[in-house]
């Protein structure tokens, strides 16, 4: 892509201040106030342009971290090969400050370290323009100098946004190769944004799309959840299948699905709902979408190999999750949510008021019953059971709420 400057007005770009977060001007004022350059760039100028509220606020300057950190007394740097710095402005309220930061891959190739060909930069430091071209999308490389107030723009990204195009900065086979995770991105950001991804851009995904295998599980459980979790997870998911990017994600699930299409309704009942608890602002549990994806192969092991006692379940168990995290690791917090939510399945079709007290005692009643709710939608046999555990939780929600409301109550007479 051709370097090619364009500078928009205030008038032009038409983001007003009061988009932005006044902390984040706090912060830029003292920037330009000691000499530095200020600007917002990436996701927020996205936002903000796309009438959609912002999530974060990055800025970018000049100054290097240590001399962030002498402007700052209450800033920490962070990172290990790329240092960035978070500048609090309360105990949990921060921004992140990061320096200009270049990918000068032609010129010093001795500085980068590369695996499976994926570039893994450390910290190397450079001009706005530098900045400019080493991000994903021309989407999320608008620049707006927080001093006059104007927007910079190195690769046509206004244009791009006002087109309702998705478009990588470099050429898809060498952004990708570089980094698989702008796949996934790739994903996110069309299914949310409701932009289109361009042709070139979505055809080198199906061809590279076993690439995304080289990325660390560790990342990746990060990034699917971001999909799943960003209030358009049905229509992600669709994606994932299409560009041939869930095979690699979740191969056990993927054959079985071909195999045999029952599960697909159960996911897409499942995802809507988790859309529309996140629409309505509801809490949502990252444990929940991955003992989705992987139910149906917990459900193969447990039907192939076992007879369905406890310790089996245990076993099975371990096996799915210790095969997946070849390809996306689940951290250990998250394991025991997804081994109650498969293991109280069966329980469900108990309705013997002792097994009524047991369950609803139990922490994970409410996760377990939730996926057992949707199972009942796509599985007939499970209707009659499904009906009696709504009433029985409605009961268990309002005396909960009840408990509750004694415990305030007394703390007030206090
Ligand atoms: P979100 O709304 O999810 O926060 P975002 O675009 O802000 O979207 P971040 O992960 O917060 O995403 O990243 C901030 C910016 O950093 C991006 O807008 C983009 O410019 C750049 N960036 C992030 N990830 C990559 C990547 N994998 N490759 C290149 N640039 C990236
Ligand atoms: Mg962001």
């Known amino acids: 892509m051709k370097k090619n400057l364009e500078q928009y007005s205030k008038k032009e770009h038409g983001i007003n201040k009061k988009d932005i977060d006044p902390d984040v001007m706090i912060i830029a004022e003292t920037l330009i106030g000691s000499g530095y350059q200020a600007f917002?760039?990436?996701?927020?100028?996205?936002?903000?342009?796309?009438?959609?509220?912002?999530?974060?606020?990055?800025?970018?300057?000049?100054?290097?971290?240590?001399?962030?950190?002498?402007?700052?007394?209450?800033?920490?740097i962070i990172g290990r090969r790329f240092k960035i710095v978070h500048v609090y402005i309360s105990e949990r309220k921060y921004f992140e400050v990061t320096t200009f930061r270049s990918d000068i891959q032609k010129n010093n190739k001795k500085k980068f370290k590369k695996s499976h060909g994926m570039i893994k930069r450390d910290n190397i430091y450079g001009s706005i323009s530098q900045d400019a071209f080493r991000r994903d999308f021309t989407i999320n490389s608008l620049y707006l100098d927080l001093d006059s107030e104007i927007l910079h723009d190195y690769v046509n990204g206004l244009n791009d946004i006002?087109?309702?195009?998705?478009?990588?900065?470099?050429?898809?086979?060498?952004?990708?190769?570089?980094?698989?995770?702008?796949?996934?991105?790739?994903?996110?950001?069309?299914?949310?944004?409701?932009?289109?991804?361009?042709?070139?851009?979505?055809?080198?995904?199906?061809?590279?799309?076993?690439?995304?295998?080289?990325?660390?599980?560790?990342?990746?459980?990060?990034?699917?959840?971001?999909?799943?979790?960003?209030?358009?997870?049905?229509?992600?998911?669709?994606?994932l299948r299409k560009l041939n990017l869930?095979?690699?994600?979740?191969?056990?699930?993927?054959?079985?699905?071909?195999?045999?299409?029952?599960?697909?309704?159960?996911?897409?009942?499942?995802?809507?709902n988790t859309d529309s608890r996140i629409k309505k602002g509801m809490h949502v549990n990252p444990s929940f979408v991955y003992a989705v994806f992987l139910w149906p192969y917990y459900r193969e092991l447990e039907e192939s190999n076992l007879k369905g006692n406890a310790q089996d379940a245990e076993i099975v168990f371990n096996r799915v999750i210790q095969s997946q995290s070849k390809y996306i690791s689940i951290p250990e917090y998250f394991q025991p949510t997804i081994f109650s939510i498969w293991s109280l399945q069966s329980s469900f079709l108990n309705l013997s008021k002792r097994n009524v007290q047991y369950l609803t005692r139990l922490s994970k009643f409410r996760v377990a019953y939730d996926f057992f709710h949707i199972r009942s939608l796509i599985n007939q046999d499970y209707r009659y059971y499904a009906d009696k555990w709504y009433e029985i939780q409605k009961n268990v929600k309002s005396k909960k709420v009840e408990k509750r409301k004694k415990y305030y109550e007394k703390k007030r007479n206090k």
């Open 40 to 76: 917002l760039v990436g996701g927020c100028i996205r936002d903000i342009l796309l009438k959609n509220k912002p999530k974060d606020f990055d800025i970018v300057t000049d100054a290097s971290p240590t001399d962030i950190c002498k402007l700052f007394s209450n800033a920490r």
């Open 246 to 272: 869930f095979k690699y994600l979740f191969p056990y699930t993927d054959k079985i699905l071909n195999d045999n299409g029952i599960y697909e309704d159960f996911f897409i009942e499942s995802l809507n």
């Open 162 to 239: 006002r087109s309702k195009k998705l478009k990588l900065i470099k050429k898809p086979s060498v952004s990708y190769q570089e980094d698989p995770v702008r796949m996934l991105r790739a994903v996110r950001f069309e299914s949310k944004l409701n932009i289109k991804l361009t042709d070139d851009c979505k055809d080198a995904i199906i061809d590279m799309s076993k690439m995304i295998n080289n990325v660390s599980p560790f990342r990746l459980f990060d990034e699917v959840l971001k999909i799943m979790h960003s209030g358009y997870g049905t229509i992600g998911y669709k994606k």
